[in-house]
């Protein structure tokens, strides 16, 4: 009764040492047609936790096992909610304690009235919270005493944004996590979605630095005001630097 909708390939194969599992996780579909237009990401790794994690979501999925216990996976129906909603309340509580705090996310939707609902209560708390969304977002940034300290940008150019990516501070250790979900009720109540960690140093910097060129794109970029319309770059007189040109001479 459920869609399946995250992105996840496992590969069991024997070797001279024994079984290892090889995991592939993206945040987009596995489609030869839209990968030439679509911009996305994925993590390809043989670790023996995801390994574990993917063999007990794919016995999920096919009906073997009931929901479990992950290490490392966020699945939703049956998580993904509730991990989003106490991230969100943990950078609000560090903002009240005077502990670095910050939520980065780019999705293509923002429709979710709890979500929307603690991310105001967090840019209150001082969070500074920034969102890079392609599509519907029905928060509304930059309202007095409401969002002061949120920014909700898109962009829109030659490629199609696809990528679902979420950045929290934590006090100073950031987590960053990546998958196929966008905070959409459906989404997270009524399908079967997928969010990974970012784990290794030097990966965790590869993809801080690719939100980091997507935040600093001043061509594709549109920022929405408080009242619902849309301001480009250039109005704003800043430099022009675009991403998927910047993305096209960089291989990532």
């Known amino acids: 009764g459920l869609k399946t909708h995250c992105k996840i390939t ?11 599992r090889y995991v592939h996780m993206g945040t ?13 990401l994925g993590l390809f790794t043989c670790n023996e936790q995801f390994g574990a994690d993917a063999s007990s979501l ?33 950078e609000t509580e560090n903002a009240k304690k005077g502990l670095p705090s910050g939520i980065t996310v780019k999705v293509n939707s923002l429709v979710d009235p709890k979500i929307i609902e603690l991310l105001y209560e967090a840019s ?5 919270v920034q969102l890079i969304v392609r ?9 007095e005493g409401v969002s002061e300290n949120i920014t909700v940008m898109s962009i829109v ?16 250790n950031p987590r960053i996590y990546m998958g196929s979900a966008d905070w959409m009720p459906r989404n997270l109540d009524r399908r079967v979605e997928l969010v990974f960690p970012i784990e290794d140093e030097t990966q965790k910097a590869r993809a801080f630095g690719i939100l980091d060129t997507m935040l600093s794109d001043t ?13 480009t770059c250039a109005a704003r007189r800043k430099s022009a630097r675009s991403l998927h040109s910047t993305m096209k001479h960089r291989r990532v």
């Open 10 to 20: 496992l590969v069991v194969r024997k070797e001279e040492d024994g079984i290892r």
């Open 28 to 40: 987009g579909n596995y489609n030869d047609s839209t990968a030439k237009i679509y911009t996305d």
């Open 58 to 90: 794919f016995n999920v999925i096919t009906g073997y096992s009931r929901p479990p216990e992950y290490k490392h996976f966020i699945v939703a129906p049956h998580g993904m909610r509730s991990f989003f909603e106490y991230m969100i309340r943990q």
């Open 124 to 128: 209150k708390a001082g969070v500074r």
């Open 135 to 143: 599509g519907i977002c029905c928060l509304i940034p930059g309202i």
């Open 157 to 172: 150019g030659q490629l199609l944004e696809h990528s679902r990516i979420f950045r929290f501070e934590n006090a100073g």
């Open 219 to 231: 061509t594709n970029a549109r920022f929405m005001q408080s009242d619902t319309s849309t301001l």
